[in-house]
């Protein structure tokens, strides 16, 4: 059967264009080697890069050119940090298109050091609210106020997000919160994912404080299955996570709502290592896998799991972030060979 989707590309700064390139090549053998598939790639402008030539870092002909796709494969972007810029283009992205749930997997990967052996955790994260509601106040010019805003449905949605997954899983559920300290706003957090529980008696919930979660994650962090928390929490929880299992060049991530799905990197744009063609493209190459999964192409999701599985162990093509000394390309063309072996 014939299926073909529309892929948004937005390559972003720094070393974002250099990963993005190497997941479009990987992408597009696995379409030629995938019966049936086919992928149209459609490349938007977006980033710092963008600011001086339209005056924000997300010009309306991308958004509109990400209405007409399926999903979007997003390189790192760099954010303007002054208080009166643009806020963060992944950010804008989700609020457009209610990309509610953040889904961030952390596993010991072969022949890469790992803090543990056997690491399959997947960190779901509120994307919409908490502390990411971007509504700040300067008081006076030495106080400022952020608004946390937490509410029960989007607590509900998200909860409802991971006890699916935890179901086609290991069917364990670990909530994050800081109900101790944050009574209001993470008691509402933490009675929605309990109140969601109720719908799913096959899944173990339990929970755990942030503080106390961030020590477990590096004593044991072969005990959690999937985790849910809410936006900042996550945000930092799922780059700890990256680092316990070989580092952030790994790291991949999907951002996901109930019609559309923005894949990205958990990394930023690195802006030190831009142009040297020496970032490792792995994290955004499974951000891409993440995104076959989405569009239900399980196939190609799997030999392009498998490609970066076996490049790994085989340990010839790696990056200077896992101890090599070879180039962004390398690993591309590494990743490309194994698909091509496989067919
Ligand atoms: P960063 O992730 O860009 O880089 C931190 C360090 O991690 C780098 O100096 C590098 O040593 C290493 N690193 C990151 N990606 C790597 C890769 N693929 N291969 C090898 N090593 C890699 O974090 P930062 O320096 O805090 O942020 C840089 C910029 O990126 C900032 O403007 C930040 O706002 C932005 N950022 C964007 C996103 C996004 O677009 N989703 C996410 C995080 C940060």
Redesign the pocket.
Known sequence: MYRAYRIAVLP?????PE?VDVAVKVLDVVQRVTKGLNLSFFYGEAG?NCIEKYGTNLPQKTIDLLRETHACL????????EPDAPP???VTIRKIFNLYANIRPCKSLPNVWAIKPNIDLVIVRENTEGLYSGKEFEVSSDKGIALRIITSEASERIARFALKLAEKRRKYVTCVHKRNILRVTDGIFRDAVFRAAREFPSVHVDEDHIDAMAMRLIKEPEKFDVIVTTNLFGDILSDEAAQITG???LAAGANIGDNYGMF??????????AGKN????I??VLSAKMMMEYLGENEAAKLIEEAVMEVLSEGKAR???LGGNSTTQDVGNALIEKILQKK
């Open positions: 972003g700064d720094g070393i974002g990963v710092y997003k390189g790192p972007m760099t954010t303007p940090e963060s283009v992944a580092g952030i060049g990205e990197p958990v990394h930023g744009s690195a802006p030190k290592h020496r970032a490792n493209p994290a955004t990056t200077y972030d």
